[in-house]
T-cell receptor, first 119, second 117 residues
Framework: AQKITQTQPGMFVQEKEAVTLDCTYD???????LFWYKQPSSGEMIFLIY??????QNATEGRYSLNFQKARKSANLVISASQLGDSAMYFC????????????????FGTGTQLKVEL | EAGVVQSPRYKIIEKKQPVAFWCNPI?????LYWYRQNLGQGPELLIR????????DSQLPKDRFSAERLKGVDSTLKIQPAELGDSAVYLC???????????????FGPGTRLTVL
């Protein structure tokens, strides 16, 4: 089974509208972290937002919020008031296991959602 | 603060040639990662360093790929000889996990786009 599933290969949204990008995950770990990254055509992966598995509140960062539904194993990204500059590929990623001092861990990425913001 | 720096940004080589990629992580970041991103896919980890020690290289094709991180700062990823299937974007990332609070958010460089002809 895929660890990270992004079922929307492409999405369109009107400028100033909100859009939700879907992400479901699969893990047997109790401790994990979920990340969203933006990848413009220039290629750089830009960190957007993080949600820890024990975080009770949904994460928010400016126009980005993460709709975390632990029982459903979903971590959808919500972008409010879309802008033309939001057009990019968006990746959901998961870190399995605890965050340890002195040790990082790999991220497992989904296949991404290509978002296009239209006038 | 400077981000993760990678060079070159683009590289075109013929198959069987060697190629090397360089990465300079964010200052103070102890963990460094190399990922490969094939067209239309998400990145996949090749190798992870904690300081100068490679702690996860299980996905690195060791017959042709090698990496080093001398002095626990800069890192170089090498392919020798390159094959057609190695065409991809090679991304370097770094994170800080050396002290509290531990934040393992990985910050990525712009990547090196490799084309093997």
């Amino acid at each position: 089974a895929q660890k990270i599933t992004q079922t929307q290969p492409g999405m369109f949204v009107q400028e100033k509208e909100a859009v939700t990008l879907d992400c479901t995950y699969d893990t047997s770990d109790q401790s994990y972290g979920l990340f969203w990254y933006k990848q413009p055509s220039s290629g750089e992966m830009i960190f957007l937002i993080y949600q820890g598995s024990y975080d009770e509140q949904n994460a928010t960062e400016g126009r980005y919020s993460l709709n975390f539904q632990k029982a459903r194993k979903s971590a959808n990204l919500v972008i409010s008031a879309s802008q033309l500059g939001d057009s990019a590929m968006y990746f959901c990623a998961m870190r399995e296991g605890r965050v340890l001092t002195g040790g990082g861990n790999k991220l497992t990425f989904g296949t991404g959602t290509q978002l296009k913001v239209e006038l | 603060e400077a981000g993760v720096v990678q060079s070159p940004r683009y590289k075109i080589i013929e198959k069987k040639q060697p190629v090397a990629f360089w990465c300079n992580p964010i200052s103070g970041h102890n963990t460094l990662y190399w990922y490969r991103q094939n067209l239309g896919q998400g990145p996949e980890l090749l190798i992870r360093y904690e300081n100068e020690e490679a702690v996860d290289d299980s996905q690195l094709p060791k017959d042709r790929f090698s990496a080093e991180r001398l002095k626990g700062v800069d890192s170089t990823l090498k392919i020798q000889p390159a094959e057609l299937g190695d065409s991809a974007v090679y991304l370097c990332a770094s994170s800080y996990t050396a002290g509290l609070p531990v934040t393992d958010t990985q910050y990525f460089g712009p990547g090196t786009r490799l084309t093997v002809l």
